[in-house]
């Protein structure tokens, strides 16, 4: 098992209006364990419910660059699975 990490850029399904603002997506940091990485690409888009992974707009990250409390996270993870989220950041 091998841990990724990506900051992705997900364009949603539908465009989010309030008051004057016009959101179309966010960026969200996000870690997985998986095989290889075409398993965790696809782990990270299942995971996203509300829009789609502009991967071309995304940027996988080595875990070293990471802050120890990100990285703690996937310590003992095992099986297959998502080990973390951040906040969005709406664009």
């Known amino acids: 098992m091998q841990n990724f990490f ?5 364009v ?3 465009p989010i209006h309030h008051d004057q603002d016009h959101v179309v997506g966010y960026y ?5 364990a998986a095989s290889d990485r075409a398993q965790a690409t696809l ?6 419910k509300d829009g789609s992974i502009d991967w ?7 875990l070293s660059s990471l802050a120890p409390e990100i990285v ?8 297959t699975s ?7 950041v709406f664009f």
């Open 28 to 32: 969200m940091s996000i870690g997985a």
């Open 72 to 79: 703690s996270r996937s310590v003992g993870v095992s099986e």
């Open 43 to 48: 782990l990270i888009e299942r995971a996203m």
């Open 6 to 10: 990506v900051m992705a850029k997900v």
């Open 12 to 14: 949603l399904y539908e």
């Open 56 to 62: 071309r707009g995304s940027e996988w990250r080595d």
């Open 82 to 88: 998502i080990w973390y989220k951040s906040g969005r």
